[in-house]
T-cell receptor, first 115, second 110 residues
Framework: EAGVTQFPSHSVIEKGQTVTLRCDPI?????LYWYRRVMGKEIKFLLH????????ESGMPNNRFLAERTGGTYSTLKVQPAELEDSGVYFC?????????????FGPGTRLTVT | GDSVTQMEGPVTLSEEAFLTINCTYT??????LFWYVQYPGEGLQLLLK?????DKGSNKGFEATYRKETTSFHLEKGSVQVSDSAVYFC?????????FGAGTRLTVKP
């Protein structure tokens, strides 16, 4: 079974540019999550999809971030325009079920560097 | 809100040394607790988990016990190996998300 995949693995862009990150969850997983780790700090939740619907987007930092999951399969996270403080590692995770007991399966992350 | 506080690193040990990484949590209700590990160049992998008080999670020689009375879930291993070098994250399962600690980088030297 293929795991969660993310693309690209690394992106370097200039301030003001746009970047789109992609996540392909494990097949059959309705729940998809985005997280971010900035400067070696804790991994913070951004948002949660159930199929194509946003279940919780309370962690999205501001309206420069837009996440989509059309068709309930893969998801994209667009940052437009990027700022220096957006640099970090963006993780995607998926799970078959949701709730406090269920493991989330993580992708390798996309390292975003904004210069 | 729910949160996790994790021992800050980095931690450097010699091979075969004993490892403890402290993790405490604050939560309403009874969350599940997890330890994830990130090896160099790889994504986060579940190392072990515990779903209720007094449960012990174990995997690859690592253990952690869910202690409700001390709100802790410390990670231990009796004899570390060079291959255990990685970043370890303590996490708490929420309704929609996981709450993570800041991560502890472990380096094991031969």
């Amino acid at each position: 079974e293929a795991g969660v995949t993310q693309f690209p693995s690394h992106s370097v862009i200039e301030k003001g540019q746009t970047v789109t990150l992609r996540c392909d969850p494990i097949s059959g997983h309705d729940n998809l999550y985005w997280y971010r780790r900035v400067m070696g700090k804790e991994i913070k939740f951004l948002l949660h999809f159930v199929k194509e619907s946003k279940q919780d987007e309370s962690g999205m930092p501001n309206n420069r971030f837009l996440a989509e999951r059309t068709g309930g399969t893969y998801s994209t996270l667009k940052v437009q325009p990027a700022e220096l403080e957006d640099s970090g590692v963006y993780f995607c995770a998926s799970s078959q079920d949701r709730g406090r007991s269920y493991e989330q399966y993580f992708g390798p992350g996309t390292r975003l560097t904004v210069t | 809100g729910d949160s996790v506080t994790q021992m800050e690193g980095p931690v450097t040990l010699s091979e075969e040394a004993f490892l403890t990484i402290n993790c405490t949590y604050t939560a309403t209700g009874y969350p599940s607790l997890f330890w994830y590990v990130q090896y160099p160049g790889e994504g986060l992998q579940l190392l072990l988990k515990a779903t209720k008080a007094d449960d012990k999670g174990s995997n690859k020689g690592f253990e952690a016990t869910y202690r409700k009375e001390t709100t802790s879930f410390h990670l231990e291993k009796g004899s570390v190996q060079v291959s255990d070098s990685a970043v370890y994250f303590c996490a708490l399962g929420g309704s929609n998300d996981m709450r993570f600690g800041a991560g502890t980088r472990l380096t094991v030297k031969p």
